[in-house]
């Protein structure tokens, strides 16, 4: 038996579990081996029966022959370790939801509360009515009262609270689409029980 060969028939046989291609490599990389050399060792241990190969989706998975089974006992070997893997699979799969679910998490808690938002949508809604307002009573004036200069300073303030708004509201939406992500109610509901006014809801002018 080839050196190579040997070494992977000897990690397998005392690790004396599944294994996929990749991880032996792993855990033979630092002896020297490539992973040429493992698949190829990997090949000539399943033709001489020493090892079995047993495809799962498009992975194949490894394991030892036990010398002193009998063809039964081989097969409910082989039985629990393809159950093995399922496991494994299915582990690997609950870790990776619950790190997407801690990080989603931890993005909620950086974001203003409802009622933080709430309040800043509120007072820059203010904002803007009375900037309106006041905007509209220029108009009527013929631009006789206020100079160029103060107007587009108006202008400018409005411009930039109107800025600020958009903002602002992009953030309460980002926070209500997360929220109704997880939530049975529909949107409409949702934002009734928490007393959400949209633009609509209470005639905002189009920004």
């Known amino acids: 038996m080839g050196s190579e060969k040997k070494n ?4 397998m046989a005392t690790a004396n579990r599944p294994f996929s291609g990749n991880d032996v490599f792993s855990n033979l990389q630092r ?34 022959v036990q010398p002193d089974s009998t063809a039964e006992d081989q097969k409910e070997i082989q039985s629990i370790d393809e159950e093995l893997v399922k496991i494994t699979e299915a582990l690997r799969e609950v870790e990776r ?9 931890k ?10 938002v709430k309040s800043k ?22 631009g006789n009262v206020v100079s160029l200069k103060d107007r587009e300073k108006v202008k400018k303030e409005y411009e930039t609270v109107t800025k600020e ?9 980002d926070i209500l689409d997360s929220i109704l992500e997880n939530c049975p109610k529909p949107k409409k509901a949702l934002f009734e029980e928490i007393g959400i006014e949209t633009d609509e809801s209470v005639a905002m002018p189009a920004l």
């Open 165 to 173: 708004y958009r903002k602002r509201k992009r953030m309460c939406t």
């Open 8 to 11: 992977v028939y000897d990690f």
């Open 97 to 105: 939801k619950y790190k997407q679910s801690e990080i989603e998490v």
């Open 121 to 142: 949508v509120s007072e820059t809604e203010k904002i803007i009515s009375e900037l309106k307002s006041h905007l509209e009573k220029m108009s009527k004036t013929g």
């Open 107 to 116: 993005t909620l808690q950086s974001t203003c509360s409802i009622e933080e």
């Open 31 to 64: 002896q020297g081996i490539g992973k040429s050399a493992v698949e190829k060792a990997l090949d000539q241990l399943v033709k001489e029966n020493k090892i079995f190969m047993k495809l799962n989706g498009k992975q194949k998975i490894y394991c030892v």
